[in-house]
């Protein structure tokens, strides 16, 4: 079965701090991931994909197939990081995507 | 140019009545999605529009959900006779194509509560 887990539904470190946010996955192909993020009172947005193996506003991620993970990772947090962060997975030829659950970053001052 | 968008954004009914809900989606966006938040929950799946004709509809709950696009533009998902279980947020996105480059926007969703 198609699966994605976010096993933290809350993160929360201060300014300055690494952050990773864990993202795991089941798929029987070979899967292509993303991460969105949703900002206080904004639209659900696309923050970055696996294939085009980006660095958006000093976050990576690294997909993981013998650990199916996909974490999300950044070595410096910043205030305005606070957010929902989602992990997603392509869910076939239509492109409909499968989500986790969230994980909610909060960064401290 | 403008995103997507819904309406209404708010929708508050009574068990057992019908509600449509709206998506515009990007103008020249030919794939469509809908998708629902239910409280604690990731975003399901429901359906998905390619054009007019839609080719997934495995993420429909039940025969009382149903959607329909009219060519590349508007869609509505109607949901009969409401039950409290289907209390969520609907958000709709739109992309330019099924290829893995399309990115998918999302609208600001419809929260429907069903008292």
């Known amino acids: 079965a198609q699966r994605v887990t976010q096993p933290e539904k809350l993160l929360s470190v201060f300014k300055g701090a690494p952050v990773e946010l864990k993202c795991n996955y089941s798929y029987s192909g070979s899967p292509e991931l993303f991460w969105y993020v949703q900002y206080s009172r904004q639209r659900l947005q696309l923050l970055l994909r696996?294939?085009s193996r980006e660095s958006i506003k000093g976050f990576t991620a690294d997909l993981n197939k013998g650990e199916t993970s996909f974490h999300l990772k950044k070595p410096f947090a910043q205030e305005e990081d606070s957010a929902m962060y989602y992990c997603?997975?392509?869910?076939?030829?239509?492109?409909?995507?499968?989500f986790g659950t969230g994980t909610l970053l909060a960064v401290q001052p | 140019g403008a995103g997507v968008s819904q309406s209404p954004s708010n929708k508050v009914t009574e068990k057992g009545k019908d509600v449509e809900l709206r998506c515009d989606p990007i103008?020249?966006?030919?794939?469509l999605y809908w998708y629902r938040q239910r409280l604690g929950q990731g975003l399901e799946f429901l359906i998905y529009f390619q054009g007019n004709s839609a080719p997934d509809k495995s993420g429909l709950p039940s025969d009382r959900f149903s959607a329909e696009r009219t060519g590349e533009s508007v869609s509505t998902l109607t949901i009969q006779r409401t039950q409290q279980e289907d209390s969520a947020v609907y958000l709709c996105?739109?992309?330019?194509?099924?290829?893995?480059?399309?990115?998918?926007?999302f609208g600001p969703g419809t929260r429907l509560t069903v008292l």
């Open positions: 996105a739109s992309s330019a194509g099924t290829s893995l480059n399309n990115e998918q926007f």
């Open positions: 997603a997975l392509n869910g076939g030829a239509t492109n409909k995507l499968i």
């Open positions: 103008s020249g966006h030919t794939a």
């Open positions: 696996h294939i």
